[in-house]
């Protein structure tokens, strides 16, 4: 049974361009959550997705949006690149309100 | 104030011994609390779920959840070398989940 995964691995972009990430939840999930998590600190809420629609979002800024397919896979986007946007994302799964599960991460380095 | 607080770290300890981290949080209305270990490197992983007051045991692992005092803890006993990472704390308010800064366990031979 395959857990979450995320791609790619590691991205480097160039500040003022965009960026989208891709998650697949683990089988049997049908709600994706969006984190940021900045050296040394503890993931923060991007947005989560449910039935192909934002359910709940976070004080992030309208450059990052998101999107959920009907296979329950998602996307993140990032427009205007920022150096502060240098972090781990990561994609957490979920059936429903029940326990989330993450996947690898994806590493953006913006220069 | 901080939507979560863990106690600072590092925290050092011995092979064997028990290792107590703890988490206060400000929202009330978290119902959900769920204990993560994020090794260096990789992504968190989800080691423990607790939904009522109380204990709960799941191996070598207690977690323990005071909702007046909004307060929840993890207890590792016997603590092993492939303890050593970060520990976090995580309230969920609605669908997100609040993470604190993290605890970084060190267990030391």
């Known amino acids: 049974d395959a857990g979450v995964t995320q791609s790619p691995t590691h991205l480097i972009k160039t500040r003022g361009q965009q960026v989208t990430l891709r998650c697949s939840p683990k089988?049997?999930?049908?709600?994706v959550s969006w984190y940021q998590q900045a050296l040394g600190q503890g993931p923060q809420f991007i947005f989560q997705?449910?039935?192909?629609?934002?359910?709940q979002r976070g004080n992030f800024p309208d450059r990052f949006s998101g999107h959920q397919f009907p296979n329950y896979s998602s996307e993140l986007n990032v427009n205007a690149l920022l150096l502060g946007d240098s972090a781990l994302y990561l994609c957490?799964?979920?059936?429903?309100?029940?326990?989330?599960?993450f996947g690898p991460g994806t590493r953006l380095t913006v220069t | 104030q901080k939507e979560v607080e863990q106690n600072s770290g590092p925290l050092s300890v011995p092979e064997g011994a028990i290792a107590s981290l703890n988490c206060t949080y400000s929202?009330?209305?978290?119902?959900?609390f769920f204990w993560y270990r994020q090794y260096s490197g990789k992504s968190p992983e989800l080691i423990m779920s607790?939904?009522?007051?109380g204990d709960k045991e799941d191996g070598r692992f207690t977690a323990q959840l005071n909702k007046a005092s909004q307060y929840v803890s993890l207890l590792i006993r016997d603590s092993q070398p492939s303890d050593s990472a970060t520990y976090l704390c995580?309230?969920?308010?609605?669908?997100?989940?609040?993470f604190g800064a993290g605890t970084t366990v060190t267990v030391r031979a």
């Open positions: 957490a799964s979920s059936s429903r309100h029940y326990e989330q599960y």
């Open positions: 929202d009330r209305v978290s119902q959900s």
């Open positions: 997705y449910y039935e192909e629609e934002e359910r």
């Open positions: 995580a309230p969920r308010d609605d669908y997100k989940l609040s």
């Open positions: 607790i939904y009522s007051n």
């Open positions: 089988s049997g999930h049908d709600t």
